[in-house]
């Protein structure tokens, strides 16, 4: 089946002055557009066709052969996932549940906005920063290019694109500014809340 390029949950503006529209409709427009249109070439006519995009990751991760097709696959869920990670007027501390189980795995709101800003900082080139849940505790990771906790076993609850495509043209080389910005002021936590 076709995986269709979703569109954004909020206009193009919608995240100003944190994420531009300009930046917004170069990076889904753009870059998301491409791994989809690619994913959907490379699928057409094989037995990947009719298999839902999740379970095409997790079969082809780890084949040489297959690299190139998981990179199309896993970019465009990373993509429509991060989309849905931010909103307007979101970031700062979650409430409920989700601040309960962060208290709970990590001490604290701040040591998780610790480690979350170290795994987005240290990512070595392109990748992700992601809050998972993995065997009922909650635990920060980093992963590289088209990566995604779903081959791992993980369930992913919420993720930050550290592409530079990502905040380059809001934020240049700064990618801490950008990191801050996105849990400041950008963090979907209702979206977390629907994952966990």
């Known amino acids: 089946m076709a995986y269709e390029l979703p569109p954004l949950p909020y206009d193009y503006k919608a995240?100003?002055?944190?994420?531009s529209a300009s930046t917004l409709e170069f990076h889904h427009d753009k870059h998301h557009a491409a791994y989809v249109k690619k994913y959907n070439a490379a699928i057409e006519g094989t037995e990947y066709a009719d298999m839902p995009l999740e379970e095409v990751i997790k079969k082809i991760y780890g084949d040489a052969s297959k690299q190139g097709l998981f990179n199309n696959a896993a970019q465009a869920w990373n993509h429509t996932f991060y989309w849905n990670s931010m909103k307007p007027s979101g970031g700062g501390a979650p409430s409920g549940a989700v601040a309960d189980k962060i208290k709970a795995d990590f001490g604290s709101y701040d040591k998780f906005k610790e480690e979350f800003k170290q795994a987005g900082a240290t990512q070595f080139g392109s990748g992700w920063a992601w809050l998972v849940l993995d065997n009922g505790?909650?635990?920060?990771?980093?992963?590289?290019?088209a990566e995604n906790p779903l081959h791992l076993g993980k369930t992913p609850l919420l993720t930050m694109d550290v592409w530079e495509h990502a905040y380059y043209l809001d934020y240049q080389n700064?990618?801490?500014s950008y990191i801050d910005t996105f849990l400041d002021s950008l963090v979907n936590w209702d979206f977390v809340a629907s994952n966990m």
């Open 137 to 145: 505790k909650l635990e920060v990771i980093k992963t590289p290019n």
């Open 174 to 176: 700064q990618r801490p």
């Open 15 to 19: 995240l100003e002055p944190h994420i």
